[in-house]
């Protein structure tokens, strides 16, 4: 299996995206920052408010997606109230459950593997006796 398939634990792939985002979205409003000063014309010019809005709206789109994602990823991170956890051990008692019955079955097909291989030897023993003797 492939680690792209099946992640280990989803919740620590959650978090490094978060941070990796969170990262990412510091970058762009620290970008955007640099193109306001590189950028920002001067009061005087006549296209100042156009310029400006440009600016506004691309840092605005871009930073709303960013933030978009990081509310999916967060959404997407498993709660820790109270019901989630009394269903994990509700989970937990019932895989133990299924642990034990399995491991009752498994100990009766043994005894069941031992006694049969225990009439096969003594069948062989029986059969490798008769034989010598003839």
């Known amino acids: 299996m492939e680690q792209n398939e099946q992640p ?5 792939d959650i978090l490094t995206c978060l941070q990796d985002n969170v990262h990412e979205l510091s970058s762009y409003l620290g970008a955007t920052l640099g193109v306001i000063q590189r950028d920002a014309p001067s009061i005087d010019d006549e296209n100042y408010e156009d310029i400006k809005k440009q ?11 960013k933030i978009i994602l990081l509310n999916d990823l967060i959404d997407k991170l ?20 299924e642990n034990i019955s399995k491991t ?19 069948v062989l023993t029986s059969l490798t006796k008769s034989q010598l003797n003839i």
Do not use: G, H, M
Not at 8 to 12: H, Q, Y
Not at 55 to 65: A, V, W
Not at 78 to 97: A, F, S, Y
């Open 104 to 122: 009752i079955e498994l100990r009766e097909n043994v005894i069941q593997v031992d006694e049969k291989l225990n009439a096969i030897q003594s």
């Open 55 to 65: 600016i506004d709206e691309f840092s605005t789109n871009l930073i709303k997606k």
């Open 8 to 12: 280990l634990n989803v919740e620590t």
């Open 78 to 97: 498993p709660d820790d109230n109270e019901n989630n956890i009394v269903e994990e051990l509700e989970n937990l008692r019932e895989l133990e459950k």
